[in-house]
């Protein structure tokens, strides 16, 4: 398993893939996280953008890619896969 960035949710646990959450009320999912010590081909461009972050899939308004400085304080966990 590759390192998470130190992405992490108000209440201070790490904001991982998988991971069940609600952003700004509504349910959704993060789909992966984009760490700039583990690129990806399909975090290469986030890294390059924003310096890393989460995509998160918002039951309301669809796919949208938070940093670490950008509304995170709106992100919950809910529930982690084990």
């Known amino acids: 398993m590759t390192e998470q960035p130190s ?3 108000a209440s201070g646990e790490e904001v991982r893939a ?3 959450v609600t952003y700004f009320g ?3 999912k993060v ?3 984009a760490n700039p010590e583990h690129p990806t081909p399909e975090t290469k461009w986030y890294i ?3 310096g890393g972050g989460a995509m998160v899939s918002d039951s309301k ?3 949208v890619f938070l940093s670490p400085e950008r509304d995170l304080d709106a992100l919950i966990l ?3 896969e084990k």
């Open 26 to 28: 509504n349910p959704g």
């Open 31 to 33: 789909d992966f996280i």
């Open 7 to 9: 992405i992490r949710y």
């Open 48 to 50: 390059k953008e924003f």
């Open 61 to 63: 308004i669809g796919p």
């Open 78 to 80: 809910v529930s982690r």
């Open 18 to 20: 998988g991971d069940a």
